[in-house]
């Protein structure tokens, strides 16, 4: 099985109908989002994510296990003064823990990197165990800022 992250705006009409699906199905999902359990339509998932990307000066990539959306991870914020960005990703329930966030993870820090990124972060809720030990694998230094923790990554040469 292969993660591959892919620029969202070259995405087809199957991967945007993949990923809406997912967030029209994937309650457990929702929950962890904060979302409602209204459904979207693939119009309003491109609308939304391209007023989104225009507004945070964001990359959006879609995360495909062997050519299937399985989730959605980004590079915003992007500050070429400061050289730094976020990163925020979601990806389907089913697919927790088994590495593939990780790995698109990974990825998306090469991308930073060819952008001569050199500082990244994000901020996650205290009990997202998950998602902050796939900061901690990469290094991150992990801040407390009350209700969130902010964790912050510079980037070596070695990812």
Do not use: C
């Not at 995405?11 to 409602?36: F, M, W, Y």
């Not at 900061?135 to 991150?140: D, E, V």
């Amino acid at each position: 099985m292969t993660i591959t992250i892919k620029n969202i705006e070259e995405g087809n009409s199957k991967i945007i109908n993949d990923l809406v699906s997912i967030l029209n199905n994937d309650n457990i999902l929702a929950k962890t989002l904060g979302e409602s359990t209204k459904s979207i339509s693939t119009d309003e998932f491109i609308s939304f994510n391209t007023d989104w990307a225009k507004k945070n000066k964001a990359t959006l990539f879609s995360i495909l296990l062997d050519n299937q959306a399985i989730g959605l991870i980004s590079l915003s914020k992007i500050d070429p003064v400061e050289s730094s960005a976020k990163i925020g990703y979601w990806i389907g329930s089913q697919y927790w823990n088994k590495g593939y966030s990780t790995a698109a993870f990974k990825q998306v820090l090469e991308f930073a990197r060819s952008k001569q990124i050199k500082i990244v972060s994000s901020s996650i809720e205290k009990n997202n165990i998950a998602s902050l030990s796939i900061w901690y694998k990469f290094g991150a230094i992990i801040e407390d800022k009350g209700d969130r923790l902010v964790p912050i990554l510079r980037l070596g040469h070695d990812i």
